[in-house]
């Protein structure tokens, strides 16, 4: 069974650039949530769509947006940007079963390490 | 808001020894989830506790959650240097995880 398979795995980006990432979830889950993993902020909520729809948003500035697609791929675009967003986003997938509960497990990707300069 | 605290958040121990991570959250919850990362890897699920006085086991690892404590533990016995690693604990909420800070875990021979 294929797993969460995030691309790239790797990115150097300039300041002011928008950068698009991909994750294709594991076959079957319907859910897909992205994370960005600092040093100093630890793990933080992006945002999580079920088919085709955003269920909740972290606390992102509006540069941080995502979609997901009727075959459940998803991808989030940062655009403008700054040293900051340099971090490791991973992607999770999960079954997701009925409303109001998120998953029974949530299986992350490889993530990709954005560096911005 | 619901804040999910670890600790301690740095361990080193010897192998053979038993100690316990614990996982204090501020909200009513009653999924919890424990992760391990290794460096420069991704997060790889470990337990999902889904009810009060919930427990699982693998191997040298065992979980246990106490919802109306709010409080869950990761308990490692006579560790061993492959269970070096940072650990996380996380709580479900509105459709997201909310995580703690990590433990990271040293076990030197």
């Known amino acids: 069974k294929a797993g969460v398979t995030q691309t790239p795995r790797y990115l150097i980006k300039t300041r002011g650039q928008q950068v698009t990432l991909s994750c294709s979830p594991i076959?079957?889950?319907?859910?897909v949530s992205w994370y960005q993993q600092t040093p100093g902020q630890g793990l933080q909520f992006l945002f999580e769509?079920?088919?085709?729809?955003?269920?909740n948003k972290g606390n992102f500035p509006g540069r941080f947006s995502g979609r997901q697609f009727s075959n459940s791929r998803s991808e989030m675009n940062v655009s403008t940007l700054e040293l900051g967003d340099s971090a490791l986003y991973l992607c999770a997938s999960s079954r997701s079963v009925g409303t109001g509960i998120m998953n029974t497990e949530a299986f992350f990707g490889q993530g990709t390490r954005l560096t911005v300069v | 808001e619901l804040k999910v605290e670890q600790n301690p958040l740095f361990l080193s121990m010897q192998e053979g020894k038993n100690y316990t991570i614990y996982c204090n959250y501020s909200?009513?919850?009653?999924?919890l989830y424990w992760y391990r990362q290794d460096p420069g890897k991704s997060l790889e699920s470990l337990f999902v506790?889904?009810?009060n006085g919930a427990v699982k086991q693998e191997g040298r690892l065992m979980a246990s959650l106490d919802t109306k404590a709010r409080l869950s533990t990761l308990h490692i016995t006579a560790a061993v240097h492959d269970l070096s690693a940072t650990y996380f604990c996380a709580v479900e909420s509105n459709y997201q995880l909310i995580w703690g800070a990590g433990t990271k875990l040293i076990i030197k021979p």
């Open positions: 909200t009513t919850s009653d999924r």
């Open positions: 076959s079957g889950h319907r859910s």
């Open positions: 506790l889904l009810s």
């Open positions: 769509y079920f088919s085709e729809t955003q269920r």
